[in-house]
């Protein structure tokens, strides 16, 4: 199959007629077209899945609802119709496949699925297809099972890497989406409505043995086992019937919790916000108090300078008045010295006697130190007084709150500073908050977790069921067994059926086992020749694939790699993509969107160099940073048959400009 | 120095009492006495001698309660003559002078506890000389 034009009228962002020409030309098969997110990369790839299968996905590859695609500035301008057109050629023959989407009549404003009218048109060579045939003719070269092969994005990638989760539930059911696509439920179809009939025979055989003399015991327990067993098919039919409910709530609540993210996280940050106000109103009370504290002492730093200028005055003092003790102290003892000596008429130092002439002279000196003595005591200072008044004033000194009240002025100023800035995020919070419903989200939230739970249980409920119905079937077999045993050449009806229907279940379960075997070595060959083209590490020797068709990375040695980085697990994504579409089909297109998010650069070249060559067409839709000038187009620039752009023209509306 | 007999209870004017309730209802300060004494020292640190009290006087405070240690006195001592007009008749001269020169800032710039402490540290040419 190969791709010629994209035609979108009205579809999701793309108001009035949108063109998409694919690349013709074998050698430059390549069409980029880059976008920024949201601005319609996915609607192209939902623009040709809806074309074809009148289905478009959405987050969690979940529907998008038919009455939210038509575009939405088109639909306020009342026209609610929307078209896909996809014209492509497959074995030799030109398709034109058209898609239209029409409000019914009999609606106003439609807003369900409903409400709308879907039309499909095929011509095949110019001529027109009954409405009847068209799947049937689409299902010849592209079955709805097979897109996901050649029409994927960066989530369904991520989807895959599942499968190496072992009993993971998502992994079951790729598998089965797989296996679907491979055709091994051809066979499961078959295995089971065989082992539908091998049960009713067995039922029949149970009855015809309760009227055998002999088996009445047999048949008694048989009948109970069956009944049993009946009993927990029932079970694992509901509760598989509850886990789908039980997980498609969970899916829903996760989709609107992840669309609501930003309203939990400012309601989050704005009751943060708060509390944090209200810190910083205590903390700024806080200070202030402490600050009033301080202010019963601050009257001491007033007066503070002027008092250590009395205090220098009073040591000024005290050092004098000490001063004039020494030179008292000094004179004293020099009088009394004069008046002993005057006293007596021997020198008490050298024993000689005193002439009257010396004792004179001695005389004026006393008279002179009782002079100096008396000018002293004159200048006298109470210096006890001084020290008094020293020691009150160091006591009146000795508290300072000058440094402290500084330090909580500059606390509170940094917390008012900050309380400014938290009460004018709080209004911002709480405009962006309004008319949300914050509280809402924290139901959904505490909702998920419930719904969580009871996802949990029911699936340890259902494989506790499993696990009985599998011990009512050995001890249904063991019973037939006896029953045949005791019959031996004697079979009734019933029991011969029983037998060739147990046979043919062994015999399709045999095929199902070696087709699923031979299907994964097919795949596991073809992953592997894609997976060395494309990994950067050429040490590894190729890919191994487990029951799920989960691929794990041989090393150099044939060990399992165990630990892979985010790149490498998409990288074996895309080779397991590949391994898949190529054990399936004749080569197509290959539609890919968004794919290369967690690539690094040389494996982004090394898939870029791969896929044109892999694909008969490769088209990707990308945003700048997976593939601008300087992230890989060099890669594919030899290849590039045609490169658009998608330009924002409104938030409800882009359009497609061709760049080359 | 001999000082003539001192207060037991010290008070202020009608006025000045009012001042200092609002100051402590602004949330200046927690208590009363803590008003008065940095309205006492705010006087005392702008070199006032202030003139006695002219309109009628009422008590507020025993000393003991006001000035425990008797750390307030002993700064009006050191600063001003006590020999006729003793330290806690100065102090409430001081204490009216001060909450009305409190209050004129409080009306003009604002009351800012550590700018005023500031504003203390520097030299002030109105000082009056020192005994």
């Known amino acids: ?660 | 120095m001999t000082e003539t007999s001192d207060l037991t209870q010290i008070g202020l004017s009608l006025d000045g009492q009012a001042r200092l309730d609002r100051f402590k209802g602004s949330g200046y300060f927690g208590e009363l006495r803590d008003a008065y004494k940095f309205a006492v020292g705010f006087a005392l640190a702008k070199g006032v001698v202030p003139p006695e009290i002219q309109t009628k006087r009422q008590t507020m405070f025993a000393i003991a309660t006001v000035d425990p240690d008797g750390s307030l006195a002993t700064a009006i001592r050191e600063l001003l003559p006590c020999d006729e007009v003793p330290p806690y008749r100065w102090a409430e001269r001081l204490a009216e002078a001060g909450s009305q020169m409190i209050a004129d800032i409080e009306v003009t710039k604002g009351f800012d506890l550590g700018s005023m402490l500031a504003e203390a540290e520097l030299p002030s040419r109105d000082k009056v000389a020192e005994r």
């Open chain 1, 1 to 660: 199959m190969k791709l010629i034009r994209l035609t979108l009228t009205n579809f999701m962002p793309y108001k009035g007629e949108t063109i998409l020409d694919f690349p013709q030309d074998p050698d430059r098969n390549t069409l980029i077209v880059l976008g920024d997110n949201m601005r319609g990369k996915t609607s192209l790839l939902n623009g040709i899945r809806w074309a074809f299968y009148q289905k478009a996905q959405g987050r969690h590859l979940r529907a998008i609802p038919l009455h939210l695609m038509p575009n939405r500035d088109a639909v306020a301008e009342g026209d609610w119709t929307m078209e896909a057109r996809i014209e492509f050629e497959a074995g030799g023959v030109y398709y034109d496949l058209r898609r239209e989407a029409k409000k019914r009549a009999t609606v106003s404003r439609p807003d369900r699925p409903e409400d709308y009218q879907v039309f499909a048109f095929m011509k095949k060579d110019g001529a027109a297809v009954a409405a009847s045939d068209i799947e049937a003719e689409i299902n010849r070269f592209a079955p709805e099972q097979v897109s996901r092969f050649f029409l994927f994005d960066g989530e369904l990638l991520q989807e895959y890497e599942e499968l190496l989760v072992e009993g993971s539930e998502q992994g079951k059911k790729i598998k089965d989406a797989i296996e679907q696509a491979l055709g091994v439920p051809a066979l499961i179809n078959g295995r089971d409505d065989l082992q539908a009939l091998w049960k009713r025979a067995q039922k029949e055989q149970g009855k015809e043995a309760s009227l055998v003399a002999g088996l009445e015991a047999v048949a008694e327990s048989f009948s109970k086992w069956s009944a049993r067993r009946d009993m927990f098919e029932a079970d694992i039919v509901t509760l598989k019937a509850q886990q789908v409910a039980v997980r498609e709530e969970r899916r829903s609540l996760e989709d609107s919790i992840a669309e609501s993210e930003s309203v939990y996280a400012h309601k989050i940050e704005l009751d943060a916000k708060r509390e944090r106000l209200k810190q910083i109103f205590t903390g700024i009370e806080s200070k202030e108090s402490f600050k009033r504290s301080l202010a019963a002492d601050a009257w001491r730093d007033l007066v503070r300078p002027r008092l250590l200028k009395k205090r220098d005055q009073l040591q000024a003092r005290l050092a004098g008045a000490s001063k004039l003790a020494s030179q008292q102290a000094k004179l004293q003892y020099q009088i009394e010295h004069l008046q002993e000596h005057l006293g007596d008429s021997v020198c008490p130092t050298c024993g000689q006697r005193v002439e009257n002439v010396d004792r004179a002279a001695q005389q004026r000196q006393l008279d002179d130190l009782l002079g100096e003595r008396a000018a002293l005591a004159w200048c006298d200072v109470n210096s006890e007084d001084i020290a008094a008044r020293h020691r009150a004033l160091e006591k009146v000194l000795s508290t300072s709150v000058r440094s402290r009240v500084r330090d909580a002025d500059s606390d509170l100023s940094n917390l008012e500073v900050e309380s400014a800035r938290v009460e004018s995020r709080i209004d911002e919070l709480e405009e962006e908050l309004f008319e949300q419903n914050p509280d809402a989200v924290i139901r959904m939230r505490q909702r998920l977790q419930a719904v969580t739970r009871d996802e949990a249980k029911g699936q340890i409920e259902i494989e506790d069921r499993e696990k009985k119905l599998a011990e009512a079937d050995r001890e249904i077999q063991s019973l037939t067994q006896r029953m045949n045993a005791r019959a031996g050449q004697n079979s009734t009806r019933a029991a011969v059926m029983s037998k060739i229907f147990g046979a043919l279940h062994g015999v399709f379960d045999a095929s199902i086992d070696n087709l699923r075997t031979n299907l994964r070595a097919i795949v596991e060959k073809n992953a592997t020749d894609a997976f060395l083209r494309m990994s950067t590490q050429k040490s590894y020797r190729g890919l191994s694939i487990n029951a799920n068709y989960g691929l794990t990375i041989l090393g150099p040695d044939g060990e399992c790699v165990p630990l892979r980085s985010a790149g490498a697990e998409q990288v074996v994504a895309l080779s397991l993509i590949d391994g898949l579409s190529r054990a399936n089909r004749a080569p197509g297109p290959v539609v890919m969107d968004t794919p290369f998010g967690r690539l690094d650069t040389k494996h982004r070249h090394n898939i870029l160099s791969y896929l044109p060559d892999s694909a008969r067409q490769f088209i990707l839709f990308v945003h700048d940073g997976e593939l601008g000038e300087s992230a890989g187009m060099e890669s594919l620039a030899h290849r590039i048959g045609g490169k658009y752009e998608i330009q924002e023209v409104s938030s409800n509306q882009s359009r497609l400009r061709r760049m080359s």
